[in-house]
């Protein structure tokens, strides 16, 4: 399977609230992030295409981040999202991860 990924990511082992614009909020792990988009591994279902809000705390920042998101795939324990338009903090703090 060709990866069509544009921004590189780091793993991560993030716990993050997931609220569903639709639904109650749950929690997950992240395990991957980008400015791109993140995979969270969780046994909570997702639909293809659900839009949400990811609330998580990024190693070195002081407070949480609410970052938009849409589902952009679904398997077997997890979920990947593709970022909405993220603020310059958010990408500023998730760049720093790269490094």
């Keep these: 399977m060709e990866d069509k990924r544009v921004h590189p990511r780091v793993i991560v082992d993030l716990t993050v609230s997931c609220e569903p614009k639709d639904g109650s ?3 997950g792990l ?3 992030i980008s400015v791109g988009g993140m995979f969270i591994e969780t ?3 997702m639909v293809f295409g659900s839009e949400l ?3 998580v705390r990024l190693p070195g ?3 949480d ?3 938009p998101a849409i ?3 679904v398997k077997s324990g997890g979920f990947g999202v593709q970022f909405g338009l993220l603020g310059a903090r958010e990408t500023h703090a998730i760049t720093e991860l790269l490094h």
């Design 43 to 45: 046994s909570a279902p």
């Design 53 to 55: 809000s990811i609330v």
């Design 30 to 32: 992240a395990r991957d």
């Design 65 to 67: 981040f609410r970052l």
């Design 71 to 73: 589902v952009r795939w």
């Design 25 to 27: 909020a749950f929690t």
């Design 61 to 63: 920042a002081k407070a």
